[in-house]
């Protein structure tokens, strides 16, 4: 069956360095891929989504790109602000029914 | 925004006792979601439904049922609560899948505790 691999756990950074998150993925199928977040005590949030090969997608300054070739959609963003403390899910779509394969997730904790 | 509503926020529930979680949208979307969310696992769907009165299977099915009464309404019933129904349950909801798929709304969640 499909599945999603966010290998960091945990990223602790100070405010205004870059960050990257990974994800990898695996299917037989075509993907969409998500990213939601969840801030302390709310609901996940869509970040970003994409299906498109090699096209890179923005939102709020994050940014990934679907690699095929690779099967990652790693989230990246250039400077990390306090506000974006949160936990971060990798999702994969292959189907109809919208229904979404999560990864474990990656706590992200921005420190001043 | 679209809005999801889950109720109750939070329960304490005994081992074996019958616990039912509720969910309600004013989306007017037609499919509708209840996942867990476990640390380590991230969140996993439990039951999906895409019309009233009709409800499917997810990938951790076992333990739980669902009903979809309405577009608005989906619950999600625990007849035996056991200690590894511990987690903390989200409901969603979105629109059909169309030239890309849609992304899912999500409530808040509700915290479950089985004693």
């Known amino acids: 069956g499909d599945s999603v691999t966010q290998t960091e756990g945990l990223v602790t950074l100070t405010k205004g360095l870059p960050v990257m998150l990974n994800c990898t993925y695996q299917t037989t199928y075509s993907p969409f891929l998500f990213w939601y977040v969840q801030h302390l005590n709310e609901a996940p949030k869509l970040l970003l989504k994409?299906?498109?090969?090699?096209k890179r997608t923005e939102h709020q300054g994050f940014y990934a790109t679907l690699h095929k070739s690779s099967s990652s959609f790693h989230l990246q963003k250039s400077s990390v602000q306090l506000s974006d403390s949160a936990l971060y899910f990798c999702?994969?779509?292959?189907?109809?029914?919208?229904?979404?394969?999560f990864g474990a997730g990656t706590r992200l904790a921005v420190c001043p | 925004e679209a809005a999801v509503t889950q109720s109750p926020r939070s329960k304490v529930a005994v081992t074996g006792g019958k616990v039912t979680l509720s969910c309600h949208q004013t989306?007017?979307?037609?499919?509708m979601y209840w996942y867990r969310q476990d640390t380590g696992h991230g969140l996993r769907l439990i039951h999906y439904s895409y019309v009233a009165d009709s409800t499917e299977k997810g990938d951790i099915p076992d333990g739980y049922k669902a009903s979809r009464p309405s577009q608005e309404n989906f619950s999600l019933i625990l007849e035996l609560a056991s200690l590894s129904q511990t987690a903390v349950y989200f409901c969603a909801s979105s629109d059909p899948p169309r030239h890309s798929n849609e992304r899912l709304f999500f409530g808040h969640g509700t915290k479950l505790s089985v004693l």
């Open positions: 999702a994969l779509s292959t189907g109809s029914f919208n229904k979404l394969t």
């Open positions: 994409s299906s498109t090969d090699n």
């Open positions: 989306n007017n979307h037609d499919y």
